[in-house]
């Protein structure tokens, strides 16, 4: 006989107990040694079987395969093998001598065979397999499995299928058929392997001959790993090649039986990428028309949107699509700066679109935050509930007793991948199959139609915010994102003795522009020679109506010192108050022991200290993040202590030039730069995520571990990110 060179793979994961047995009976086949190659592809061992195999064994070559995936450590293996026959061996096989030695002889006389195996026996005797047969609705069984071995299979015939414990394949016929389809990861892959190859005209032989014990689940140790990936690779298999049966397959799965929802549920992205890397677009519709009234009984209509978008994605039809949802986008402010800044840095790699409720346009949000939104969508989605209430929306006017307004906004989210609410409203519910919250600070407490809790990720912009969110919503931040700055004017020659602050004109007061005016009164009154030449100017953005504004300018025509007001003023003249500017005032949250009328960030203290103001600021909120007493600026608790960090300033140049530089280090730690940084990074995280199809890992599988899905629940908070190297709040700051 001509013996032709073969190469033997054995797949190993962790098979201390069995691959010692297993290579000792491949090394004492009757073949020529010289013509027969073994290779162990090991799947990410870790208890030491490959090392050990590797010493005990010196004629294996060890090669690791880079995922645990048993379909693709054969392909792996086939890929560094040679030969014109190839076996695939279990780590818990053992065959006899002349194993190799009869299959080789069968194939040799039979060239359209493509592939041999022998009767299989359990450790008693028992048979295991003498092929493969199909059952009724896509399962299949081993032929006499459990049955006392009397010689009732003692004949040679053509098969359906063998038992990949222990099979030979002729090279020719694998190049033929292609490599095994790994999205079955194990279990059907040989049952999909079998019917690529009678289709291609590769019979398939039993020769009872060749005998092999195999321990039972040795290598898949234990029955779950088995049920999990039969069960999962059906789907696949039926979705492959008979997609007109797929939805009766889904109703007779196992996955059904045990009402394993989520398994089930997680399974149908790779089921759907086949049926549409296999089929005509026009078989591919109408199997997921029958599916989706199979499906959408199981875990509703939004869950099934959910998939289907999804599966856009994945098949490369379109780009992942954000929503941001802002009800004040109209009102020039800091949220809106953080939200709008955000879609700016993603509008290149994804389909963003930005959400309002009242009239605003793009051009006015770029010349506003000095930015370009040319590839983001503007859509307006008015709320009749408000349209008394006069510009502004206030969720605090919506009551049990009424329909929840902010529904309109809410079906809006579901034609999102991911939808951002920036704004913190606490009303809107989420319905895409990713949410994230973003909180500036949570100004209400739990009430009617609370959904915060929902969002998929709660992004906060402080530690301050983040602590308030625990205590008022009890809720745990998972990401702390620092506004975005980046408010830098030219660099004045000299800078004029001009005190800024630069804060909304909130309708409450909340940002004390009367009592930096009495402040500074009282400075220019005391200490006339000091503050000769000094000027206080107070910029801002403001509603129409606005009676406060109009309290706070009388308070200025009033004070005999100077005091300029600047209401909504562009960005350039914003930056032009900053580079001439050489002291900065912020009280927001003086007096206040309410937590939602304190400074939650301080984005114009880091707009000022980027331009070298020295910030003199409220010590509370945010501001503690943000400038470091006495190194970068200074922080009061009372007007006294403010005006007396004043006068230090003002009457030592020195100490102004060491502050402001100070105040601009700082201030790169808060950049534009950083943040859409961040932003991109996390998005695209989140996209390579929402993308990928879910690939079992049978490590997983094994610890009852299945690594959760962030896509399953349409309306839950799963408690975890798809940011690998996601930090705690506390290595954030």
């Known amino acids: 006989m001509d013996y032709p060179f073969c190469s033997i793979i054995i797949v190993n994961f962790n098979g201390q107990r069995y691959l010692d047995a297993c290579l000792r009976s491949f090394e004492q086949l009757d073949y020529p040694t010289e013509k027969v190659g073994i290779l162990v592809v090991d799947n990410g061992s870790d208890d030491g079987s490959d090392l050990e ?63 041999a195996g022998g009767k299989i026996l359990f450790e008693d005797g028992r048979i295991n397999s003498v092929g493969h047969r199909a059952l009724p609705d896509f399962y299949w069984e081993d032929e006499g499995y459990g049955q006392e071995d009397r010689g009732q299979y003692d004949f040679e015939r053509e098969v359906e299928g063998l038992c990949w414990a222990a099979v030979l394949f002729r090279k020719a016929c694998l190049d033929d058929i292609g490599p095994i389809d790994e999205d079955f990861v194990l279990y059907y892959e040989d049952v999909d392997t079998s019917l690529r190859c009678r289709r291609r005209g590769w019979k398939i032989l039993y020769s009872p001959g060749a005998t092999a014990r195999h321990v039972f689940h040795g290598s898949s140790q234990g029955s779950t790993l088995t049920e999990y990936f039969c069960d999962r690779g059906r789907l696949i298999y039926v979705s492959k090649h008979h997609p007109e049966q797929l939805a009766g397959a889904v109703q007779t799965s196992r996955f059904v039986t045990r009402q394993d929802w989520e398994s089930l549920y997680d399974v149908f992205p790779v089921v759907i990428k086949k049926l549409s890397e296999c089929h ?104 009749p509930h408000f349209e ?38 606490t009303m809107v519910r989420p319905l ?136 909504n003023v562009p960005i350039a ?24 009328l304190i400074e939650h960030f301080g984005m114009t203290t880091v707009e000022a200290m980027q331009n070298r103001c020295v910030p003199i600021v409220i010590n509370g909120g945010g501001q503690r993040e943000i400038v470091e007493h006495g190194r970068s600026g200074f922080r009061f ?48 995280a989140l996209e390579e995520e929402y993308r990928t199809i879910p690939t079992p890992d049978p490590r997983d599988v094994l610890r009852k571990r299945q690594r959760p899905n962030l896509f399953y629940s349409p309306v839950a908070r799963h408690g975890r990110l798809p940011i690998p190297h996601k930090a705690t709040l506390e290595r954030r700051g």
């Open 280 to 383: 005509p677009a026009q078989s591919v519709q109408r199997t997921l028309e029958g599916l989706g009234a199979v499906l959408i009984p199981i875990y509703g209509s939004l869950a099934v949107d959910h998939l289907l978008a999804r599966m856009q994605v994945i098949l490369g039809h379109r780009k992942m699509s954000i929503g941001f949802y802002d009800q004040a986008l109209q009102v020039i402010g800091g949220g809106q700066r953080y939200g709008a800044t955000m879609a700016a840095a993603l509008q290149d790699r994804f389909d963003v679109t930005l959400i309002a409720s009242k009239p605003v346009s793009l051009v006015d949000l770029e010349n506003w935050y000095r930015l370009l939104l040319p590839r983001c969508r503007l859509k307006i989605i008015p709320l």
């Open 432 to 567: 895409a199959p990713f949410s994230v919250f973003l909180c500036h600070f949570p100004d209400t407490a739990r009430r009617c139609y609370f959904a915060a809790d929902e969002y998929s990720a709660l992004v906060v912009n402080s530690h301050f915010t983040a602590h308030w969110v625990k205590a008022l919503w009890e809720l745990e931040a998972d990401l702390l994102l620092y506004p975005p700055v980046d408010v830098r004017a030219p660099r004045a020659e000299e800078k004029e003795n001009v005190i800024l602050s630069v804060a909304r004109f909130e309708v409450g007061g909340s940002k004390k522009q009367h009592e930096l005016i009495r402040a500074f009164e009282q400075l220019w009154t005391g200490q006339p020679d000091l503050l000769h030449g000094w000027r206080l100017v107070l910029v801002g953005g403001s509603l129409a109506q606005n009676r406060y504004l109009e309290d706070v300018r009388r308070a200025a025509r009033a004070c005999p010192a100077p005091v300029e007001i600047h209401v």
């Open 388 to 425: 008394k209430f006069g510009d502004w929306i206030d969720s605090n006017a919506v009551t049990p007793e009424v329909p929840n307004p902010f529904n309109a906004i809410a079906a809006e989210s579901r034609a999102y991948d991911v939808f951002v609410n920036v704004n913190m409203l």
């Open 53 to 115: 195999a590797q010493v005990n064994h010196p004629r294996i070559r060890l090669l690791r395969s880079p995922k645990n995936n048993f379909a693709a450590a054969l392909n792996f293996g086939v890929a560094h093998a040679q030969g014109r026959y190839m076996v695939f061996a279990n780590n818990d096989v053992s065959v006899k001598p002349s194993w190799l030695t009869d299959l080789v002889q069968v194939l040799e006389a039979t060239p359209r065979a493509g592939a």
């Open 637 to 684: 608790d009372s007007l006294e202590e403010l005006g007396r960090y004043t006068c230090e300033v003002i009457s030592n140049p020195d100490l102004v030039q060491e502050l402001a530089e100070d105040a601009l280090r700082k201030s790169e730690e808060f950049s534009q730069e950083r943040f859409q940084h961040f932003v991109q990074e996390f998005f695209r």
């Open 573 to 596: 003249e914003l930056e032009h108050h900053y580079g001439r500017a050489k002291i900065f005032w912020h009280a927001c949250g003086l007096n206040e022991t309410n937590p939602h």
